[in-house]
């Protein structure tokens, strides 16, 4: 094939890094553990029955399960209750949490932002995907650019067919 009929990927030799932030987020299975379940006509926490209840809890459903703990129904929960079903599932699960899954979501995505080692995009032109089969939550994009803009040549977003260029050092 002659050379003025060669077909080139211009995205492929443009040296653009293609970030998809979903990589980052934890893998394993997330439990809701709902403490309406756990009030006494579902009102009121009572102690002795709120231990009782704690000591029974089957461990293996939370084994490397990321955890939020949450009441759905309208009562007061004294924060102790939160300490005794956390100390009870900590050794187990991966990670605990005060909060709905949405909640979990975003500190799971902080946490690997913060710890993630970005070195390897130092100094090159990335491209963050916009698209992801995973729901990445809103804070992660704001988070990620924090830790790009100080050492990246140049941020955008989308699709290299179609992207947004966020800016340029």
């Known amino acids: 094939m002659s050379e003025e009929f060669e077909i080139k990927n211009k995205i492929a030799e443009s040296g653009l890094i293609n970030f998809d932030i979903s990589t980052l987020s934890p893998k394993g299975k997330r439990i809701g553990i709902d403490l309406k379940e756990f009030l ?6 009572k102690e002795k029955d709120f231990r009782k209840d704690v000591e029974n809890l089957d461990l293996t459903f939370y084994k490397d399960a990321f955890v939020y703990i949450y009441c759905s129904a309208d009562a007061i929960i004294p924060l102790w209750a939160y300490f005794l079903i956390t100390a009870k599932i900590t050794n ?13 979501e975003v500190l799971l ?14 100094g090159k032109r990335v491209l963050v995907k916009g698209c992801s ?28 067919c179609s992207n947004v260029p966020i800016f340029k050092n």
């Open 40 to 45: 006494f006509q579902g009102l009121v926490l």
């Open 92 to 104: 187990v699960s991966k990670k605990v949490v005060f909060g709905n899954l949405e909640d979990l």
């Open 109 to 122: 995505m902080h946490n690997a932002i913060q710890t993630y080692d970005f070195s390897e995009l130092e």
């Open 133 to 160: 089969e995973e729901k990445i939550p809103e804070n992660a994009y704001i988070e990620l650019v924090e830790q790009l803009k100080p050492m990246v040549k140049s941020l955008m977003f989308g699709e290299a």
